[in-house]
């Protein structure tokens, strides 16, 4: 690889970011632009964005990565990604969400819930969640463009995190959410053509799609013979799924299946985006859009995952050196995360190298630009108005709230270990759905759902996935020592299956259930506000 030849490619693609970014800030006006793009987006762009907000590298390096590991089972995931994340998104939330916000003239997603069901302490308490844990998130994808970068081009670790953050910075802090919306519509675009040419040079190089996936099925053998202690946990090949109601089966299933899949409704970065389009016709027509994207990337990435073991096992000695005879997981010593980089530096051709680290650098930033933007809108234009004497909008708040958000999610880039995107991912898709799935679906369905009811379930949804993360799924109460320094057990649960399965699985249904206890019990709404938020404005077609 010409790092010159690809160092000259990203200065240009960086300058194509930089003209959209000033575009967005030239058109940016006003708090409404900067927060919501003057709900004017055109469904190509929204669909784009969505997409490219949603899929990041925490997927196409973390879960391609975890594909390495477990096989074709997550391609599961990305049925439940379409399904759930853009078809009943975009059918059953987005029309309601863009509708009533407009009723209620919500900029923000803390605002939108706030507003709904009138509690400016609603709109802090769930900025500040949102301040909390989507940091997590952003370093995880941060992680992984910088592990990417490290690999691939052999730059220090530091660096490539510093340079990430930075350029993301710039676009999102001046553009806003408009600057950010152009930006993703052309990364997302970048993304789909990266993707589809690394699975098509994937299967070229395994000798096509036939061979490849006989090749893979015929590797099962391998998993007892040199992955002994995964065999024992459920693995059964990487063409089959794990072993029913195994360690890995419910990994699989209840973290990045349910968690992830599931987790996708309740994601404020992506809710926002609904109410950035004129009408729901703009909607509609982004299903199909949408819908592709998620299936060309994501699907395309766990795919070449999971055949990655395919080129590493039977790799040419003189080609591969160090890695010929081993599984994905060997040859990256360990650490999914790195799976991806390594096959794409192995296995692949200089010109599809260059393409890829150009379609990393669009997941990576697209997803960022997102994260941050929310995260500096819930310090901005939430907490600090909520918080403090000045009640106006303040565009340059925001921006320095972004700033803020940027901050430490470098240093949780920093500081967080080996192997943590896709966890960091699940958890927290898994959060988010537990905490704001239940009252975000009470909020535009629901017209008996009350304050009281709503303050319930986000407490016991977040409650319990610490309860859980802390004290039961092993996997992080191992990781934080707390259960450990308190009972002396790593968790207090130890009869099968309970330490593997993810917190969604129980935080979420808790959630439902506090819910409906709390609007039970608790003064219902004034009608005229219901009337004004499902009644004042038609759905239009």
Not at 259 to 264: F, L, S
Not at 337 to 347: G, N, S
Not at 409 to 415: A, E, K, R
């Amino acid at each position: 690889m010409n790092t010159w030849v690809l160092g000259t490619l990203i200065a240009v693609y960086l300058g194509i970011i930089g003209c959209l970014g000033y575009r967005g800030f030239r058109r940016t006006a006003s708090n409404k632009d900067y927060l919501l793009a003057g709900r004017s987006v055109n469904p190509f762009v929204m669909a784009m964005s969505y997409g490219a907000a949603f899929i990041s590298t925490s997927a196409l390096v973390g879960f391609g990565g975890i594909a390495g590991q477990f096989g074709m089972g997550l391609m599961w995931l990305v049925f439940m990604n379409i399904a759930i994340g853009i078809v009943v998104a975009f059918i059953f939330f987005g029309p309601r969400t863009r509708r009533i916000g407009l009723a209620l003239d919500a900029h923000t997603f803390p605002e939108f819930m706030g507003n709904r069901f009138e509690s400016n302490y609603l709109k802090v308490f769930l900025a500040a969640i949102i301040f909390l844990f989507m940091p997590l998130y952003s370093s995880v994808v941060l992680i992984g463009g910088a592990r990417f970068l490290q690999e691939v081009m052999m730059i220090d670790y530091g660096w490539a995190l510093a340079v990430f953050a930075l350029v993301v910075a710039v676009y999102v802090v001046f553009g806003g959410l408009k600057g950010v919306m152009y930006v993703d519509a052309m990364m997302g675009t970048v993304m789909i053509a990266g993707m589809l040419s690394l699975l098509v040079m994937c299967y070229w190089k395994l000798g096509g799609v036939a061979s490849a996936h006989q090749a893979l099925t015929d590797m099962a053998p391998l998993v007892a013979e040199r992955l002994p202690k995964e065999a024992a946990l459920g693995h059964q090949g990487w063409t089959a799924m794990p072993k029913f109601n195994s360690v890995w089966w419910w990994t699989l299933v209840s973290s990045l299946m349910l968690g992830v899949g599931i987790g996708a409704l309740a994601q404020p970065q992506l809710a926002v985006r609904f109410m950035t389009v004129k009408s729901t016709r703009e909607l509609n027509r982004a299903v199909v859009i949408g819908s592709v994207f998620i299936l060309c990337t994501a699907g395309a990435a766990y795919m070449v995952g999971a055949l990655s073991n395919v080129f590493f096992y039977h790799a040419d000695k003189g080609i591969a050196e160090g890695i010929s005879g081993k599984l994905a997981i060997e040859a990256a010593g360990g650490n999914p995360d790195l799976i991806i980089p390594l096959f794409i530096r192995q296995a692949l051709p200089p010109v599809i190298l260059y393409i890829f680290s150009l379609t990393l650098l669009s997941a990576a930033m697209s997803t960022l630009s997102s994260l941050f933007h929310v995260t500096g809108s819930a310090i901005g234009h939430d907490l600090f108005r909520n918080l403090s004497s000045v009640k106006r909008d303040s565009v340059l708040i925001t921006r320095l709230g972004v700033i803020f958000g940027i901050a430490v999610s470098v240093v949780l880039g920093i500081i967080l270990p080996p192997g943590i995107i896709a966890r960091g991912t699940a958890i927290f898709f898994g959060v988010c759905a537990a905490a704001f799935l239940p009252s975000y679906c009470a909020a535009i369905y629901w017209r008996g759902a009350t304050r009281f009811g709503v303050w319930l379930s986000i407490s016991v949804g977040v409650g319990v996935s610490l309860f859980g993360l802390v004290f039961l799924h092993s996997k992080e109460s191992a990781a934080l020592g707390i259960c450990r320094a308190l009972f002396g057990r790593n968790e207090l649960v130890s009869e099968f299956p309970w330490p593997y399965v993810d917190t969604l699985v129980y935080s979420l249904p808790l959630s439902f259930l506090a819910l409906v206890i709390g609007s039970w019990c608790s003064a219902k709404p004034s009608p005229a506000h219901i009337k004004n938020c499902f009644e004042s404005y038609k759905i239009d077609g």
